[in-house]
């Protein structure tokens, strides 16, 4: 899967919070699955992509609107965050976003529904609002009506505790709420011999944190226990709160009270090495992550018996629980465990077993990961079954309005033609259960549907060889210009045929390896791994990998997991194909010998008149994953060895996976030296004349079996499609 989380910071350059830790372990943890995950963190800097391990993090500029920041808070984050998402699922092509509701920022990008949206309930406006007991401001109205809004038109909605999801289901009215709970990475290292007794405390000194009923309890702690020290992560010198306290409490001084501000990841990690006991007396916590932190770490915790903290703490064996806003009992609870390191250490104990039972990354990727799989299942089955329904006079008269944008836009973003990709043409028997092959495959009435569509709509058909010539001087008829990636045998056998039938040319991208029976098409020998048996089982490079393959929505998420390992892999990947092969006890190349043409098929389709060939690469890499080396030998090797084998020479050549993620810069200019007139990427879009400055980089339109053939080709040519994806930019080159 191709994930994108949403956050209000991240735990690299700025301060952060429970969201953030949140939104870092889940994603490395997603990460070390096989996913690829991207994080989007609206900020007030400029815009910044860096790496977290594996994890792709895109700091995105927010700017401050003060009207509408003043008036409806959190709208004006919402419209940036979804401009952002937007330009990020162009390249990337997201399969799930999820955003916490906080301030409802997820809201525009819902309402433009343009990927399926997650959202992860943490502690709500209206939860923080009831706990500091004051009438809400405006703003605050807003943002209780914008985060109840944004989960109820979410995909599907997650919190992390059972008391979370009681609350929030019955203030929003929202049924099936899934619980999946936090999760942390566990230290490997034991915790170091303590130098004295501490307390640690994270989180702001604000009224649901429990500010006032930790300050009020130190005091009586310190008189109780000498010598003990407290550190607050979260509190600065600066704070009224702090200054009063100073004021009242001189004998206790910056020494033994130390505010911390915000703390680096490395810092904090020492921090709940040292302490002694945790304690928060934080009135509601949505979860509690930083007690489950503190447990992780065998540290004893003292909170208040109030919302999540009941779950997450066991009132006597992994910490000690009190009413809330009671200081002297909060205080009598941590001196308790200050004065008995024999229960402090079993608590700690208990805890850290707890954890590791309960809410390790591991555990929680796991269900995430299971969770995601069905929920894009269920999707793509509601999206099918919609578009199978038969169409009421609503659906016809949406239909009837796209069609009437699509006229309206034509003549603005249509531009001289298009380029469009196909793959493969098979009876509807025939095509897969997996959505991921399914979408390359439509049936041979679809195709005559299409070229039926075309013929009527009087559009000229032009070979791949005209293209250059046309946007170099087009003549006011808008042309479509047809090919095929791969090398599919079908393409031969059904699609041949019909194009005959209507007398319109056509291109076929051919990799050579397929042909030559040497490389596997792995995504489909994927589907036949993981319909082989009840689970898929090997290793590679001293990992062990193991996929239950009993049910679709198993099989679906290993393909997911399968396949972004395999794309990302570069040479390796064969190695990778030949180990999952072995294991499920197939031939690696047997499914590549049955669906792709041989090279006397491929000499038979290059002798009609109506075809030409390009090349498609020797392996079908993604190329970003190669080396400049590499690259040239799958770009040079395949045009000579293309043109051995037809006789006539090649001048066409289709990226493998051309999508913005596997081809830019690098990439054209290494390819571009193998002298092709025109090269092919996937990008959606239109061909206007300023294209012939770029014909190594020229998009095309892409039929999906996925979608009803001709209305969803006629919407893609008339520009509407790339229009709205590109933001009306019409000459898309990147």
Not at 36 to 61: F, Q
Not at 160 to 179: F, N
Not at 370 to 381: D, E, I, M, P, V
Not at 635 to 641: L, P, T
Request: proline share 5%.
């Amino acid at each position: 899967m191709i994930v994108c989380f949403v956050s209000d910071s991240y735990p690299l350059y700025q301060p952060f919070g429970g969201i953030a830790v949140y939104t870092q372990t889940v994603s490395r943890a997603l990460t070390a699955r096989g996913h690829e995950v991207h994080v989007v963190v609206g900020w007030l800097g400029e815009t910044l992509d860096v790496m977290d391990g594996a994890v792709h993090v895109h700091y995105r500029t927010v700017r401050w609107l003060p009207v509408i920041g003043n008036l409806l808070p959190g709208l004006g984050e919402s419209l940036w965050l979804a401009k952002a998402l937007r330009e990020l699922h162009r390249e990337h092509r997201f399969d799930l976003l999820e955003f916490p509701n906080f301030e409802g920022h997820g809201l525009v990008t819902e309402w433009l529904n343009f990927v399926p949206v997650v959202v992860r309930l943490h502690t709500s406006m209206v939860e923080t609002v009831e706990v500091q007991h004051h009438e809400p401001t405006a703003g605050e109205r807003f943002m209780m009506w914008a985060e109840r809004q944004s989960a109820r038109r979410a995909l599907a909605v997650v919190t992390h505790s059972h008391a979370h999801r009681d609350r929030l289901a019955k203030i929003y009215d929202l049924p099936g709420v899934q619980i999946i709970p936090h999760g942390i990475t566990l230290p490997s290292m034991r915790r170091p011999e303590a130098k004295g007794l501490s307390v640690l405390t994270i989180g702001h000194l604000t009224a649901r944190k429990g500010g006032a009923t930790l300050l009020a309890a130190i005091p009586r702690i310190c008189g109780q226990v000498p010598g003990v020290t407290f550190t607050i992560v979260g509190a600065n010198e600066k704070e009224a709160a702090v200054r009063a306290f100073r004021t009242a409490h001189p004998s206790i001084g910056p020494e033994q009270l130390v505010c911390r501000g915000f703390v680096n990841e490395d810092d904090l990690n020492a921090l709940y090495a040292a302490a002694t006991v945790y304690a928060s007396a934080s009135i509601y916590e949505s979860f509690g992550l930083t007690f489950v932190e503190a447990m992780g770490r065998g540290v004893p915790v003292v909170g208040c018996a109030t919302s999540a903290m009941n779950e997450v703490v066991d009132d006597g064996s992994t910490g000690l629980l009190v009413p809330p806003e009671n200081a002297d009992a909060f205080a009598n609870a941590v001196v308790s465990l200050l004065r008995d390191p024999a229960k402090c250490e079993a608590m700690g104990e208990r805890g850290r077993q707890k954890v590791l039972d309960n809410y390790t990354a591991e555990r929680m990727a796991a269900s995430v990961e299971n969770w995601y799989t069905k929920l894009l299942a269920q999707s793509r089955a509601r999206r099918l079954a919609v578009e199978q329904e038969p169409l009421t006079d609503a659906k016809k008269l949406r239909r009837g309005a796209a069609y009437v944008v699509s006229s309206l836009v034509r003549p603005f973003f249509g531009g001289a033609g298009a380029i469009v990709v196909l793959h493969r043409v098979i009876p509807a028997a025939e095509h897969s259960a997996f959505p991921e092959n399914s979408a390359l495959e439509i049936t041979p009435e679809d195709l005559r549907d299409i070229l039926a569509w075309v013929h009527a709509s009087q559009l000229e058909t032009i070979t791949l060889d005209e293209v250059p010539t046309r946007l170099a001087a087009p003549t006011g008829r808008k042309f479509i210009c047809f090919t095929f990636d791969d090398g599919y045998r079908d393409n031969l056998v059904h699609a041949l045929p019909i194009f005959r039938d209507f007398n319109i040319p056509l291109a076929v991208n051919v990799t050579n390896g397929f042909v030559g029976g040497t490389v596997s098409v792995w995504w489909y020998l994927l589907e036949q791994a993981l319909t082989a048996g009840r689970e898929l089982r090997f290793s590679w490079e001293n990992q062990q990998f193991e996929f239950p393959t009993d049910t679709p929505a198993a099989r679906a998420q290993a393909f997911d997991a399968l396949a972004a390992l395999l794309r990302g892999l570069g040479m390796k990947r064969d190695d990778l194909i030949n180990r999952i092969a072995a294991a499920a006890g197939i031939d690696p190349l047997e499914c590549t010998r049955r669906i792709s043409m041989t090279w006397d098929e491929v000499r038979e389709l290059a002798a009609d008149p109506l075809v030409t060939i390009g090349a498609h690469s020797m392996g079908h890499h993604s190329f970003n994953r190669l080396t400049d080396q590499e690259i040239r030998a799958e770009v040079h090797d395949a045009k000579r060895d293309l043109e051995a084998q037809i006789g006539r020479t090649v001048r066409h050549f289709a990226y493998p996976f051309g999508g913005r993620s596997a081809v830019n810069e690098r990439e054209f200019r290494i390819a571009g030296e193998c002298g092709f007139t025109t090269m092919l990427t996937t990008r959606l879009a239109n061909l206007f004349a300023g294209h012939v400055t770029m014909l190594d980089r020229l998009p095309r339109l892409v039929v999906s079996g996925n979608y009803p053939a001709v209305s969803n080709l006629r919407m893609q040519e008339s520009g509407l499609a790339s229009a709205w994806q590109w933001k009306f930019r019409r000459l898309v080159t990147t």
